[in-house]
């Protein structure tokens, strides 16, 4: 066990609206990111948040946002939602900033849009 | 353009038959490669973390390996239990623009029959 949880773990929606997906990040681990992974795929990399600030940003549209908190916790945002979005979304945090820094998944949030 | 490539795809061994994984990278910048392990329906475990070319690191039955162009892992008497999807992944850092970036390969997808 990682120590990073996700919810929900499955989650139902229709093309338009909106979701909120949640991380809660190992104690200490000041880092976040945040990966968008389709059946059969390696993890597509959304953003990078350290100590609440964003410091990394992967090929997704601005409709994918996210927040950091103080207490270790994290959001991931996506508006308008399209088919395409369908996936697993995964959260992984780590203790440092820009250094090389590993990386520890939680056991992702799977959403389906209909 | 910055890219992880693996192959192969897919494998399957006899129970301790060793064989290695590949994972070729063109990124610029290179911070760490990693080595993940994947279950189905999970999250990615790690394995290792490798930062310069000449570095090796071994756990168990599982050694891996980077040169400038490529890391290997070398699985060595394999069992059932390590049937998974290994997954490789690259970091670089953007400081012009975007900041931290990922890139994870689509996997090799081993299978160990007894």
């Known amino acids: 066990e990682t120590g990073v949880t996700q919810s929900p773990t499955h989650l139902i929606k229709t093309r338009g609206q909106q979701v909120t997906l949640r991380c809660s990040s190992q104690s200490g681990h000041n880092t976040v990111s945040w990966y968008q992974q389709a059946l059969g795929q390696g993890p597509q990399f959304i953003f990078q948040y350290y100590r609440e600030e964003e410091n990394g940003r992967g090929n997704f549209p601005p409709r994918f946002s996210g927040l950091q908190f103080p207490n270790y916790s994290s959001e991931l945002n996506v508006n308008a939602l399209e088919l395409d979005d369908s996936a697993l979304y995964l959260c992984?945090?780590?203790?440092?900033?820009?250094?090389?820094?590993?990386?520890?998944f939680g056991p992702g949030t799977r959403l389906t849009v209909l | 353009e910055d890219q992880v490539t693996q192959s192969p795809e897919a494998l399957r061994l006899q129970e301790g038959e060793s064989s290695s994984l590949n994972c070729s990278y063109t990124?610029?910048?290179?911070?760490?490669l990693f080595w993940y392990r994947q279950d189905p329906g999970k999250g990615p475990e790690f394995l290792f973390t490798l930062y310069s070319a000449g570095e090796e690191k071994e756990k168990e039955r599982l050694k891996a390996t980077l040169t400038k162009k490529e890391s290997f892992l070398h699985i060595t008497a394999p069992k059932p239990e390590d049937s998974a999807t290994y997954l490789c992944a690259v970091q670089s850092l953007d400081l012009s623009n975007t900041g931290n970036q990922f890139y994870f390969g689509t996997g090799t997808s081993l299978t160990v029959i007894p």
């Open positions: 990124v610029s910048g290179l911070r760490g």
């Open positions: 992984a945090s780590s203790l440092g900033d820009l250094g090389t820094d590993t990386q520890y």
